[in-house]
């Protein structure tokens, strides 16, 4: 009889940390080490990560067949000394920045992993299971290929940079995944978009998606001048970087003083306030990265015929990007990985492993194989009661039929609700797992959760979480998008036009203004980022929007992570109830316990606890 073959992923030491394990191919558990150690994007060796897959499972390291990691870091070692030798006498200070870290940890990255691995397992490295590699963006694209619903399709992704490799094509066929071709280091989209949301006042690999948020409010003024001096742009969407305006491979900032003059002066301070500027650099690249990726969509369309297209990497949460590939683009359909960043990377090597270097044969589920992207921890009714007992705080127990009523009750009452159920999702979205609803009727929700809740800027958009049979009367969407990783218009039915007075508005300005009977999700050029809720997948999370659709003729509910700015979301029912006490949210339902917040005991935290997050 054959054994049972687990397999686990890593990523780590660059940024988002993961672990995810495979028993005989499938995906049984992943997780991110932020949300266990609380520190947010954290790069250390995801031990806790890995303690809950294998504690999930009931195994331990010895009855894994291997460990597979993310990258190559020689390779990655390689690039970074071509880099500097190529620029040399230039970029002394960041060579010397650079150096220490690599040769004290990630020069012998693979010691390091069975070092940790051994003080994980309490054994010597001579037991551990075998530790393989894989390339960068052939974790991409394994995690983008293999667990979609597609037997063949073309893949694409676009990222910062792997070892070498920025944007790379492959075709997946069954279980095979072959390269295509790719474009090199130091031409980069993703670097390209990192560099605007550092010159615009954002945090490099956390600020992008506020970048996307931002690009609505401004006039895309700058398309012009990022073709004509930042980038040489192909009919067939690739490029090269003209590196005289880039400061990040000799130095210790994405832009230089070029750069700077180009755009009329030095990068926004951050937490300063947010100019035309900002808005208008903001709107521009997003334009320039759309034009980029539908002309990549098409080049691979071309050369593969294939009707199906799969994508991953950091670009590939882009989700306005997205959205126009899936309205505008060559193929049938599209599938996102959704933790399409480096955590998916973890998943990625995983099953490079399953399928390449054992040779196993690939099953394709019928939606797919992410399980919802529900890969995380979960917690009983008896365990989160254990938890609230414990800190005297005030509960009501119902059946699940009374839940879903009184939790619509509250949220048609303009109620701002934390909602943990299930197991916690795998990726940098909420998904009806570990979430803050609210209704999407409500015109103050949107400034509610920004400033009282999530403590954040402004002009930040909400997701709306719609029943997947429901998204056509409210969307201009007709295929599933139940990883929130595309936008699409609100239907024109739902509309409210503005004056023209409102109309003369610029900017944040126009924040305020209802733009939809739905304007909590509705963001200032009539599109939402949307999620379809499915019953196989979140069956609770399903049947809450049902009974608000039920109660107030509305299938969406206002969907965004549970937690504040800086914070990674919560884990435990010790996380959320921490986040509700913190926070002006009205009340928490943990599994089938809810609670409210003027009934719980005093809360003895002032406001130093906002230190205990670096913004993001």
């Known amino acids: 009889m054959k054994s049972t073959c687990y397999i686990l992923g890593l990523s780590a030491y660059y940024h988002d940390s993961a672990a995810v394990l495979l028993r005989d191919g499938v995906i049984v558990a992943a997780a991110q080490e932020e949300r266990f150690s609380r520190k947010k994007h954290d790069a250390r060796f995801p031990e806790s990560a890995i303690r809950y897959c294998l504690n999930h499972e009931n195994i331990s ?17 390689e690039r970074l000394i071509e880099t500097y ?145 930042l980038l040489d742009l192909k009919a067939d969407g690739t490029f090269r970087l003209d590196m005289q305006y880039f400061n990040f491979c000799t ?15 030095p990068p926004r301070s951050p937490e300063s306030e947010v100019t035309v500027r900002e808005m208008d650099l903001a709107a521009s690249i997003q334009k320039v990265t759309e034009e980029i990726v539908l002309r990549l969509a098409n080049t691979m369309h071309k050369e593969t015929g294939q009707k199906q297209l799969c994508l991953a990497g950091g670009v590939a949460l882009n989700c306005v990007a997205n959205g126009r ?8 359909s599209i599938w996102i990985q959704p933790a399409a960043g480096d955590a998916g990377g973890a998943l990625g090597a995983a099953q490079v492993v399953w399928h390449e270097y054992l040779g196993e044969s690939r099953s394709v ?36 039929d009374k839940l879903y009523s009184a939790t619509a009750e509250l949220l048609s009452t303009e109620n701002v609700v934390g909602w943990f159920q299930g197991r916690m999702e795998f990726g940098p979205r909420a998904l009806g797992g570990r979430s803050i609803i609210g209704d999407p009727r409500s015109a103050a929700m949107q400034s509610v959760m920004n400033l009282k809740i999530k403590y954040r800027e402004s002009f930040r958009p909400f997701a709306p979480s719609v029943l997947a049979s429901r998204v056509g009367d409210y969307f201009e969407q007709v295929a599933d998008s139940p990883y929130m990783l595309i936008v699409a218009p609100v239907q024109e039915s739902i509309r409210i036009p503005m004056t023209a007075d409102q109309d003369a508005l610029f900017g944040i300005e126009r924040l305020n203004i209802p733009r939809s009977k739905l304007p909590a999700i509705t963001h200032v050029d009539y599109s939402a980022r949307v999620q379809t809720v ?27 992570s549970f937690n504040v700015r800086g914070e990674p979301i919560v884990s435990t029912p010790e996380d959320a109830y921490r986040c509700f006490m913190r926070t002006e949210m009205d009340c928490l339902v943990l599994e089938n316990c809810i609670l409210r917040k003027e009934e719980q005991p005093q809360w003895d935290d002032d406001d130093a606890w906002k230190e205990e997050f670096e913004l993001d």
Not at 251 to 265: C, H, S
Not at 325 to 331: K, L, M, S, T
Not at 542 to 556: M, Q
């Open 61 to 77: 390291l010895g009855d894994l067949h291997s460990v597979v990691f993310y990258d190559k870091p020689l390779l990655k070692f």
């Open 85 to 229: 030798l190529s620029y040399a006498p230039s970029g002394f200070r960041s060579f010397m920045t650079a150096m220490p870290v690599w040769m004290k940890e990630k020069m012998f990255l693979k010691e390091t992993l069975k070092r940790a691995l051994a003080d994980l397992a309490g054994c010597k490295k001579s037991m551990l299971p075998k530790l393989l590699f894989s390339d960068h963006h052939k974790s991409h694209a394994a995690s983008a290929f293999y667990p979609s619903p597609y037997e063949s399709a073309a893949v694409l992704c676009l990222d910062g940079v792997g070892e070498w490799a920025t944007t790379s094509a492959w075709l997946g066929d069954g279980e095979k995944l072959d390269p295509l071709w790719e474009i090199d280091f130091p031409h980069s989209l993703g670097l390209l978009y990192s560099a605007l949301t550092y010159f615009t006042g954002f945090r490099v690999n956390s600020g992008e998606y506020k970048l996307m948020g931002l690009a609505p409010y401004g006039d895309p003024k700058y398309v012009d001048v990022i073709l004509d001096n």
């Open 251 to 265: 130095g210790l900032t994405m832009t230089n003083a070029k750069f700077d003059a180009l755009f009329g002066g």
């Open 325 to 332: 590939i899936e309205r505008e683009g060559p193929f049938e």
């Open 365 to 400: 589920a019928e939606n797919d194989s992410m399980a919802g992207s529900y890969l995380g921890p979960n917690y009983s009714n008896e365990e989160i009661c254990e938890y609230l007992d414990s800190v005297n705080a005030v509960y009501k127990k119902l059946d699940d």
């Open 534 to 560: 499915h019953e196989h997948t979140n069956p609770r999370y399903y049947r809450l929007i049902d009974a608000f659709d039920r109660l107030t003729g509305c299938g969406v509910v206002v969907n965004t």
